[in-house]
């Protein structure tokens, strides 16, 4: 049984930072692409940063310079480092492995920015 489980979401003010963390379980880790997305109310759900399996990364132009993804292929782990925070960044953040036709999604862990 596959799982993503996503960790650090909540409540900074605008500025402030936060990290995200997603642990997988069930699947050969390095070799799946990496990403975390996001939906917010009334919004499509987009990618926000992906990272493959050698440390490739890339990041939506509108957190690029304040995010970081990171990706630990021992501790089948994947962190987001979210700082300068904006309130255009609160959103239900989600954890994402894709490997071919195989894609799984977390549940979702909320970041709020708002003072």
């Known amino acids: 049984q596959v799982q993503l489980v996503e960790s650090g979401g909540g409540l900074v003010q605008p500025g402030g930072s936060l990290r995200l963390s997603c642990a997988a379980s069930?699947?050969?880790?390095?070799?799946?692409?990496m990403g975390w997305y996001r939906q917010a109310p009334g919004k499509q759900r987009e990618l926000v940063a992906s990272i493959f399996s050698n440390g490739r990364t890339d990041y939506a132009d509108s957190v690029k310079g304040r995010f970081t993804i990171s990706r630990d292929n021992a501790k089948n782990t994947v962190a987001l480092q979210m700082n300068s925070l904006k309130a255009e960044d609160t959103a239900v953040y989600y954890c994402?492995?894709?490997?071919?036709?195989?894609?799984?999604w977390g549940q979702g862990t909320q970041v709020t920015v708002s003072s």
């Open positions: 069930g699947i050969i880790f390095r070799f799946y692409l």
């Open positions: 994402n492995a894709a490997a071919g036709r195989e894609v799984y």
